[in-house]
């Protein structure tokens, strides 16, 4: 019966380097900061959803509730960013060359698309106190350019990192398929509610990690065999 507890590293310098991260308290909590930055990405844009008029973009950018969620969100990418590191983190090793090159995808995606957070959330509201007119006025190259790269570079980045975890087979292959399309949805998730599913996929996530790093924790016979996150991939 195979268990889901991490097995002892292998001796020499790759076995070293295993227990170095072990011994950080970033992967040891990476369940928990992915969990929690799943969840708060949910929640702040379900809040955002439930408190978005759309058919007055001014008042709805006015209302505190709104606001509040708008700074919550882009704080969120904040612990987004904590969770994809802890997430890689667990998966390194077996993830080998594409592995990195998707956490890196997903780190300027992740980054880009925060940044356009914080802009909306800080910004955009006195922007539109100060200067109305800018709502309906026309978007310059260079803005479009700006916004569109980062929603282009999150949805992409995000849906490789999945493609990367699906390759390594550390994590559940439903939980996998699930960031490629958060990733892939994604495109639009600087507009609730589409920030959402891959928020939920980066807890689900954290909430197999929690489940795979407890003693108790036993793989059932008959079912299918992945690489545990605790292993860092070494061994299948």
Not at 109 to 134: D, I, Q, V, Y
Request: net charge neutral; aromatic share 10%.
């Amino acid at each position: 019966m195979a268990s889901s507890r991490p097995h002892e590293a292998p001796r020499g310098d790759a076995g070293d380097e295993v227990l170095q991260l072990r011994e950080s308290p970033l992967w040891r909590m990476a369940g928990t900061v992915a969990v929690t930055a799943g969840s708060l990405i949910a929640l702040a844009q379900l809040g955002q959803l439930a408190t978005y008029d759309r058919a007055d973009v001014v008042a709805s950018l006015a209302d505190p509730l709104f606001r509040a969620f708008s700074v919550a969100y882009a704080a969120a990418f904040v612990a987004l960013m904590l969770a994809l590191v802890a997430l890689y983190m667990r998966q390194a090793r077996a993830g080998g060359t594409f592995g990195l090159l998707g956490f890196g995808a997903a780190v300027l995606g992740t980054m880009c698309l925060g940044a356009n957070m914080w802009f909306e959330a800080f910004c955009s509201p006195w922007l539109l106190e100060a200067a109305p007119t800018l709502l309906t006025a026309e978007k310059g190259v260079i803005w479009q350019i700006g916004y569109l790269s980062s929603y282009a570079t999150f949805a992409l980045g995000w849906m490789l990192f999945g493609v990367s975890c699906l390759r390594a087979r550390v994590y559940p292959t439903v939980a996998c398929v699930a960031v490629v399309l958060g990733g892939a949805i994604g495109f639009f998730a600087a507009q609730p509610p589409f920030g959402v599913p891959l928020g939920l996929a980066v807890a689900a996530l954290g909430a197999w990690l929690w489940r795979s790093d407890t003693p108790e924790s036993v793989q059932r016979p008959g079912t299918r065999h992945h690489r545990t996150a605790g292993r860092d991939g070494l061994s299948s």
